[in-house]
């Protein structure tokens, strides 16, 4: 009976460790190869479907997806990651490098206003003709493409127009001045500026000194002007009133703003609208700028304060003088 149950024992011991050897090489077999494991009901049906049974890999897919395509800002379509416009609206929704100091810039800008260069070789900056990018001087214009000295102030320029003193250096933008100047608005600004930079060099009262003081210069030359005249013969001359009238400093101030309002006005009727040309926004705007008053160029760009537009990277996007007056403003380097 006792040799009985030794026999038993051992035989026990015999089937169970059969049984753990083979789930162990079950287990090892399912590793090596998964398409030899046992699938769950969803996985079969997913596979009789035709669908991916492993969720990661459908999202590593996506995520693969998404970084190769870019969503643009404008519109909201996706685009391949190496677009720089958009393919359903054609907005620039990519950066691109300057050649000369590595700035970001705008796909479609042609000015750097970090290192202050112009990029483009397939455009003249003086015209905005097309260009091969071997040519010396422009076809269209003739203008060299190494820049042109102002004569005025010897300034090297790579725009129509001299960045420093707003001298006209091409003969379209010779031409481009002529035709502004029959422009009756542009005749109303000028003449307003005059009439603002009179007010500038005014001398207001300083005190109530001053104005009694006035009144006596006045009445000494009423009376210097009449007796010359009696001298002549003419027994009751008509002496006119001095040009120049001083005022308070109040009165002057109040002058001053009115024709401030004026030439905002007018400068608002002559802003550079939206343009497909870099070249020709600049120009237009140059040419529209008055002499006599203090202004900065504000662009539709970035909103910035340029003392010209031949500072800004995107002068077609359009904007306007504004009258900076004696203070100024924080007018960005772009010289």
């Given at each position: 009976?006792?040799?009985?149950?030794v026999?038993?024992k051992?035989?026990?011991?015999?089937?169970?460790?059969?049984?753990?050897?083979?789930?162990m090489?079950?287990?090892?077999?399912?590793?090596?190869?998964?398409?030899?494991r046992?699938m769950?009901?969803?996985?079969?049906?997913?596979?009789?479907?035709?669908?991916?049974?492993?969720?990661?890999d459908?999202?590593?897919?996506q995520?693969?997806?998404?970084?190769?395509?870019?969503?643009?800002p404008?519109?909201?379509?996706?685009?391949?990651a190496?677009?720089?416009?958009?393919?359903?609206?054609?907005?620039?929704?990519?950066?691109?490098?300057?050649?000369?100091?590595?700035?970001?810039?705008?796909?479609?800008?042609?000015?750097?206003?970090?290192?202050?260069?112009?990029?483009?070789?397939?455009?003249?900056?003086?015209c905005?003709?097309?260009?091969t990018?071997?040519?010396?001087?422009?076809?269209?214009?003739g203008?060299?493409?190494?820049?042109?000295?102002?004569?005025?102030c010897?300034?090297?320029?790579?725009?129509?127009?001299?960045?420093?003193?707003?001298?006209?250096?091409?003969?379209?933008?010779?031409?481009?001045?002529?035709?502004?100047?029959?422009?009756?608005?542009?005749?109303?600004?000028?003449?307003?500026?005059?009439?603002?930079?009179?007010?500038e060099?005014?001398?207001?009262?300083?005190?109530?000194r001053?104005?009694?003081?006035e009144q006596?210069?006045?009445?000494?030359?009423?009376?210097?002007?009449t007796?010359?005249?009696?001298?002549?013969?003419?027994?009751?001359?008509?002496?006119?009133?001095?040009?120049?009238?001083?005022m308070?400093?109040?009165?002057?101030?109040?002058?001053k703003?009115?024709k401030?309002?004026?030439?905002s006005a007018?400068l608002?009727?002559?802003?550079?609208?939206?343009?497909?040309?870099?070249?020709k926004?600049?120009?237009?705007?140059m040419?529209?700028?008055?002499?006599?008053?203090?202004?900065?160029?504000?662009?539709?760009?970035?909103?910035?304060?340029?003392?010209?537009?031949?500072?800004?990277?995107?002068?077609q996007?359009?904007?306007k003088?504004?009258?900076?007056?004696?203070?100024g403003?924080d007018?960005?380097?772009?010289?």
């Open positions: 009976m006792r040799r009985f149950f026999c038993f051992k035989i026990c011991y015999l089937c169970i460790n059969y049984y753990y050897a083979n789930r090489t079950n287990e090892m077999n399912t590793k090596a190869d998964p398409t030899q046992t769950r009901p969803q996985e079969l049906h997913r596979e009789q479907q035709g669908l991916p049974n492993d969720n990661s459908v999202m590593m897919q995520q693969t997806l998404q970084a190769k395509s870019k969503t643009c404008f519109c909201g379509a996706e685009n391949d190496e677009y720089m416009f958009c393919a359903q609206c054609g907005q620039p929704i990519g950066k691109a490098a300057c050649p000369h100091c590595g700035a970001d810039m705008d796909p479609d800008a042609d000015f750097c206003e970090i290192c202050h260069h112009y990029i483009k070789k397939d455009v003249c900056s003086y905005g003709a097309a260009l990018g071997n040519e010396a001087y422009c076809p269209e214009c203008s060299p493409r190494g820049g042109l000295v102002c004569p005025t010897h300034t090297l320029n790579d725009f129509a127009f001299c960045k420093k003193c707003g001298t006209a250096l091409t003969e379209e933008a010779k031409a481009l001045v002529k035709e502004l100047q029959l422009n009756p608005d542009y005749q109303e600004l000028v003449d307003t500026v005059q009439e603002y930079s009179k007010l060099n005014a001398l207001p009262y300083n005190s109530e001053d104005i009694i003081r006596k210069n006045n009445k000494l030359r009423e009376r210097i002007l007796l010359l005249a009696q001298d002549e013969g003419i027994e009751k001359p008509v002496i006119s009133a001095p040009e120049q009238k001083r308070t400093k109040d009165e002057l101030e109040e002058k703003a009115e401030i309002r004026v030439l007018i608002d009727k002559l802003a550079v609208p939206p343009s497909a040309s870099p070249a926004a600049r120009n237009y705007a040419a529209s700028k008055p002499v006599g008053v203090r202004l900065a160029w504000v662009c539709n760009f970035k909103h910035a304060l340029h003392s010209s537009p031949c500072g800004c990277a995107k002068p996007m359009g904007g003088w504004v009258i900076l007056g004696k203070t403003g007018i960005k380097d772009d010289k």
